[in-house]
């Protein structure tokens, strides 16, 4: 493995710190999109967002029941939850 420099693992140790604010943060952006599209690249939309949940410690049957639904403003809801508090 090639010998990263200080500023490559600070990059690498900060983006696993904020892994979490990341997820949320693309979970948002996709819950946009679920409200912008429709056909094929909403499916794709849904596919991407249950990946990010799971990501996050969500069961899958919530998930489940998430895509079963089709309705972002269920998930802009469980986002609510999902982010730290300040």
Do not use: F
């Amino acid at each position: 493995m090639a010998k990263r420099t200080k500023y490559q693992e600070k990059a690498i140790r900060n983006y696993y710190q904020n892994r979490e604010a990341i997820a949320i943060q693309r979970l948002q952006e996709l819950v946009t999109e679920l409200y912008l599209t429709e056909g094929k690249q909403r499916e794709r939309h849904w596919k991407s967002l249950a990946t990010h949940l799971a990501a996050l410690g969500v069961k899958q049957d919530q998930i489940d029941h998430l895509v079963k639904q089709n309705n972002p403003e269920l998930v802009a809801n469980l986002i609510k939850t999902l982010e730290p508090k300040q």
